[in-house]
Nanobody, 120 residues
Framework: QVQLVESGGGLVQAGGSLRLSCAAS????????MGWYRQAPGKQRELVAT???????NYADSVKGRFTISRDNAKNTVYLQMNSLKPEDTAVYYC??????????????WGQGTQVAVSS
């Protein structure tokens, strides 16, 4: 089993910054991808950013240039630095970690979610 512990959410004014962290622990042989998703009230969960073990990243168009995802492989931790926050960034942010179980099988784990609220 894998446990994910998120931290760093909160309330910030528009234009401000927050940094989210997610630490993975437990039965982790190898991590395929780490990432962040978000879900605003009344909307579906959407991708924010992902990063693979080699360091390649992928961002939603809405956050490109404002958010930066990074990871510390030694600590099995992923970070999301969020700058120039907008009210539309308000959502519950979920950490996602895909763990490699076998050469042909992997499994996604989700954090409990952390609230980010941006006031105008």
């Amino acid at each position: 089993q894998v446990q994910l512990v998120e931290s760093g959410g909160g309330l910030v004014q528009a234009g401000g910054s927050l940094r989210l962290s997610c630490a993975a622990s437990g039965s982790i042989a190898s991590i395929k991808t780490m990432g962040w998703y978000r879900q605003a009230p009344g909307k579906q969960r959407e991708l924010v950013a992902t990063i693979i073990s080699g360091g390649s990243t992928n961002y939603a168009d809405s956050v490109k240039g404002r958010f930066t995802i990074s990871r510390d492989n030694a600590k099995n931790t992923v970070y999301l630095q969020m700058n120039s926050l907008k009210p539309e960034d308000t959502a519950v942010y979920y950490c996602n970690v895909v763990v490699i179980i076998s050469p042909v099988y992997d499994w996604p784990y989700w954090g409990q979610g952390t609230q980010v609220a941006v006031s105008s």
